[in-house]
């Protein structure tokens, strides 16, 4: 069974660059059978998708953060990343990686989340 | 891209059925049967409960069930049990390979 646990600085000053790694176990982010996912949820907010990324290394954003984000993988290390630049305090939240392989329109894997909070 | 909408909470006793809606528009709910339900516990990892609509993974108890018809899809949970409480999301497929999610609901055991 596939493990995901994210890690990555809990404060980031506005206007800087948020960065997070998901690391996998249990699974290889080498497999063509996986999408890996970032996904996020401000405080008192709703869950939004943030983006994935494919083993190949196709990417899909969020058409409102895809400015400011780039998610890619390192097989070497069985990790996924997040990237998003030029962060205010709206990007504040509960940051959670996850897998589709059951359903590549779906997230059936988890990570526990990381908060970010954003703030000089 | 909206947030689908679900109302904001709903409540039962052990043992009844209460169901969640989640409304979206044809661009996402009522285009694709892309439809899946999540189960947020405070400090957990979230749980994947429903996807395609209506299929429940290995492990969710049968007593999860989805549906949708038109721009609205429904999770019902019946015979409530107390650790049922929790907030629950839908996530659409919302085209060009993109996904929206739900505003939430807070399901409270009586």
């Known amino acids: 069974q596939v493990q995901l646990q994210e890690s990555g600085p809990g404060l980031v000053k506005p206007s800087q660059t948020l960065s997070l790694t998901c690391t996998v176990s249990g699974g290889s982010t080498r497999s063509g059978s996986y999408y890996w996912s970032w996904i996020r949820q401000p405080a008192g907010k709703g869950l939004e998708w943030i983006g994935r990324?494919?083993?190949?290394?196709?990417?899909n954003y969020n058409p409102s953060l895809k400015s400011r984000v780039t998610i890619s993988v390192d097989t070497s290390m069985n990790q996924f990343s997040l990237k998003m630049s030029s962060v205010t305090a709206a990007d504040t939240a509960v940051y959670y990686c996850?897998?589709?392989?059951?359903?590549?329109?779906?997230?059936?894997?988890w990570g526990q989340g990381t908060m970010v909070t954003v703030s000089s | 891209q909206s947030a689908l909408t679900q109302p904001r909470s709903v409540s039962g006793s052990p043992g009844q059925s209460v169901t969640i809606s989640c409304t979206g528009t044809s661009s996402d709910v009522g285009g694709y049967n892309y439809v899946s339900w999540y189960q947020l516990h405070p400090g957990k990892a979230p749980k994947f409960m429903i996807y395609d609509v209506s299929k429940r993974p290995s492990g969710v108890p049968d007593r999860f069930s989805g549906t949708k018809f038109g721009n609205t899809a429904s999770l019902t949970i019946s015979g409530l049990q107390a650790e049922d409480e929790a907030d629950y999301y839908c996530c659409s497929y919302a085209g060009s390979y993109t996904y929206v999610f739900g505003t939430g609901t807070k399901v409270t055991v009586l």
């Open positions: 990324i494919f083993t190949s290394g196709i990417t």
């Open positions: 996850a897998s589709s392989y059951l359903s590549w329109d779906a997230f059936d894997i």
